[in-house]
Every structure is written in structure tokens, then in C-alpha cells.
């Protein structure tokens, strides 16, 4: 959908003139929207520009998570407090002050308008709005419950963006650590040792001490072979990504590398369980049958092990096989889940047995995350200071034998 372009002229609330330009669907939803900014509008006129074209077009995704749960919690409070989807998707769209989110609202605003169903007008924004939402609403359509199901799918994605960045908060540290460790060292290599060299060619027989030769040693050769170190680094770092990105095995075998790390393997393995439980509670417990759920579920399964896994159930369930056969046969999902979804079969209550494995997961998720913290950033700090103690005292050993030997 292609918004229109107008420029304004009105007095505002402080008796100020001020002009502006605006996009929106037509001149009336140009008019609805400078209202609710308490504007008398002087001229109003549409206008055409390359520049303006240029503009609507978007790359990549428009709403990120925090702004789409943001806009979940908005549209399902006014829908609870009685306001229709329609005029819901309106008003949203009006308040909107960055240009792009305005554009997105209005768009679904105009598909519900011409009779769309609000989850038929998600599903035509893939980037946006992800295929679990999607169903999600559809369902919430069918039963009738739609404000409850928005509120919900909210609840659902905070709580995913918690785990997420708690995650990466977890992996974020250690990283930054080791870059301050190596630029340090890198810059003792390159800028302090070789001037011990030179103080100690102004001395005749003073020796260096051997650590302290071994770090100028590694500080020529890095200074002397710079460019090359640094395009092998590149070079490698591009073929790593080329691979990944195009080769199916080499992108697997990466991902079971990940997983197979002692740390980070662990984080990966619980963000990735954490996702399926948590989508299949909300698909199942809403009645989506468990083959629907997984299809979704596969689609929304960023890594190839578990994209895998949830394959390989879908083809064991066509086949009679149980839900848990391809769980219990993978050596990346807990036991526990392995054994919960084992007793949700035989019990008949899987949806239940899913929702407490959610509720355990997103429970320990805070726990572990900040195990794992409280376990690597002392190993670090240590192998940081090492790594400076070492090299200071190679700088002043030198100082101390000259001494002696003056």
C-alpha cells in the first residue's frame, strides 16, 4: 500500500504557526492525525516528489520485538476496553509519530477496513508479524477471545526478548573481556617493547631477559607481518560466512560445533528448547493439533539441529510413531523435556505437560544465565590479568637487570 504526501500549515496549541510535511492514506486520515496533536489547520495540500518515494521504501524489518510487543499491549488493552479492531488499528495508527510504524498500522488498518480478518492482514507482513502470531490470532478470531489472545501473544514475546537478552548478556561480557585482554596486549606488543630494544642497544653486553625477548620477538613479527595477519583473519572470517551461509553440511556441522562448546553449547541448547516449549504451550493449549504447531514452530527455528528435530516429529507423527521418539532420540534436548512430553503422551495431556515445561524453563533460564556469569567472568578477569601481569613483568625485568648490571 502506497501512502500519499501533504504539507501543512496550521497553528498549534501555543498559537504558533508551524509546517510540516506528512504521509497517510488520504487527506481525511491526514486531517484525523494533525487533530490529535491539538492543530487548527491552516492548508493542507498534496504533493508529489521522487525524494517522498524514495522514503516509503524499507529494507529489512519495520517493527523489532520490543516495538511489536509494545503495539500487541496497546491493540489489546483498547480492544478489551471495548473498541472494535477497526477503530483499534485506527487510533494506533494515529498516534504513531515515527513514519514507518504509521505506514505498517495504516496498512493493516486498510486491510481489516476492506474486510480482511485481522490475522489475514498480519500474514501479508511476514517480516513483521512471525507465522506463530499469525495463528495465534486466527485462533483468538475463531473463538472469539481475541482481546485475551493479543494480550497473551505479548506476554509471550516479553518474556522470549527476556530469556534472549539475558543470553546475550551472558555470552556479551566474556567477549568484551578477551577484546580488552587482546587489544592491550596487541598494544604493549606494538608500542612498549621495542623501545626496551632500543634503551638496551644503548647499553654494550646488556642482555635481554628471555620472556621479555620472546614478547619483542612476537611484537616484530606482528608489527613486520601486520597486513598479512590481518587479511588471513579477514579472509578466514568471509570463508567461514560463505560457508555457513551456503553450504547446507558446513552450516550443520558449525551449529552442532556451537552446541558442542562446553558454555555457550548449553546457552544455545536452552534458548532453542526454551523457544519450542513456550510455542508449542501456546499453540496446543489454544487447540492448534500438535502437527499444525510443529510446521509452525519448524518455520520459526532459526537453528538447523532443532529445525531438524522438529522435522523429524512431524514425520514420526505421520508415521503413528510417539511425539517424544524423536526428542528422546536427540543428544541436543534435555532429558527432562525428553521424558515430560513422554508422560504428557501417555497421560493424554500433553498442552498441560507443555505449559509447566514452559513454566520450568523460563524459570531456571534466569538461574543458569546467571550461573554461567558468575563462572566465567572471574576465569576471565584472572586470564586477563595474567595475560597484562605477564607482560609487565616483561618490561620490567629488563629494567631490573640493567640495574644490576650497571
Known sequence: MELRNFKYTAVNADGNIVRGRIEALNRNVCIKYLQTKNYQIKTLQEYKSVIAKLNQVTIGNTLKTKQLIFFLKQLGSLLNAGVNIVQALELLSLQQENRLHRKLYFELYQQVYNGFSFSKALSKRPKEFPSLLVQMIEVGELSGDLPKTVLKMADYYEKQMKINNEIKSAIRMPLIYLAAALLIAAGMLIFVFPNITDLFASFEGATLPPVTQFFLDMGNFVSQYALYILSGLVALTVLIWALNRFSEKAHRGLAIMMLKLPIIGSLIQMNNQIMIANSLAQMMSNGINSLKALHTIRNLVKNVIYRELLTKTIMYI???????????????????????????????????????????????????????????QPILLIIVYAIVGVMILAIMMPMLSLGGQI
Open 318 to 376: 505421520e508415521d503413528g510413531k510417539p511425539f517424544s521418539k524423536a526428542f528422546m532420540e536427540s543428544p541436543y534436548v534435555d532429558p527432562i523435556m525428553a521424558k515430560m512430553i513422554a508422560t504428557g503422551e501417555r497421560t493424554g495431556e500433553i498442552p498441560k505437560l507443555m505449559n509447566n515445561l514452559a513454566l520450568y524453563y523460563n524459570g531456571v533460564s534466569e538461574l543458569r544465565v546467571e550461573q554461567i556469569k558468575n563462572t566465567i
